[in-house]
């Protein structure tokens, strides 16, 4: 049953063709967060939405935008992707502060550049 | 800020020993504090959690106590198994007022290499 669902699981693009990755969720979560993870490091928050309210960090370059159209759905677009992009992107959900927040992961989406 | 400080890895064992993984955190406020597991090619799993001082999270054989006067939250296992070889992340939500109460800050994360 899964919570949060990430597609494509592998993607491989052309270097400088934009690309967009996609996740979805069935928790009804307010938030929602992309995550950039490089070999054998930690995530690295992109940004966040609540509800409708876009979050971008401030060290995250311009070449990432995100798109959430609804609760639901969230899109994480590569304008023109470079070799450095090449990464694990991750996708998180969680509700609002409180002791029993916690965020829930999809499974990921391999981008490779080519 | 807040941060989480893990210890370095690698970590190679042999099957049936004992796992300890340390993580300490700095936080304004009382942070709930996380586990999580990624196996190799996957995203991030919760392990297990704990949201208030002296409360012990456990799932899977695995246990972590939030000590709030080390600033600690150190990941134990009695036994571990060729199947606990992943990568193992600390992580903290704090919960102070303002912006950003509910974003994870993670630590570096810690490989665990388990061989029969």
């Known amino acids: 049953d899964a919570m949060v669902i990430q597609n494509p699981r592998y993607q491989v693009t052309q270097f400088g063709k934009p690309v967009t990755l996609s996740c979805s969720q069935t928790l009804n979560h307010n938030v929602m967060y992309w995550y950039q993870q490089k070999s054998s490091q930690a995530p690295k928050l992109l940004f966040h939405?609540?509800?409708?309210?876009?979050?971008n960090e401030a060290d995250t370059p311009d070449n990432f935008q995100s798109r959430r159209p609804n609760t639901s759905f969230c899109f994480l677009d590569i304008r023109s992707p470079g070799l450095g992009d090449a990464a694990m992107y991750l996708c998180?959900?969680?509700?609002?502060?409180?002791?029993?927040?916690?965020?829930?992961f999809g499974q990921g989406t391999r981008l490779t550049v080519v | 800020g807040n941060s989480v400080t893990q210890m370095e890895g690698p970590v190679t064992l042999s099957e049936e020993a004992f796992l300890t993984i340390n993580c300490t955190y700095t936080a304004t406020g009382y942070p709930s504090l996380f586990w999580y597991v990624q196996y190799p090619g996957e995203g991030l799993q919760l392990l297990l959690k704990?949201?208030?001082?002296?409360d012990k999270g456990s799932n899977k054989g695995f246990e972590a106590t939030y000590r709030k006067e080390t600033t600690s939250f150190h990941l134990e296992k009695g036994s571990v198994q060729v199947s606990d070889s992943a990568v193992y992340f600390c992580a903290l939500i704090p919960h102070d007022s303002g912006a950003g109460s509910y974003q994870l800050t993670f630590g570096k994360g810690t490989k665990l290499s388990v061989i029969p």
């Open positions: 939405y609540y509800d409708k309210d876009f979050n």
């Open positions: 998180a959900t969680s509700g609002e502060s409180g002791l029993n927040t916690e965020a829930f």
């Open positions: 704990a949201t208030k001082a002296d």
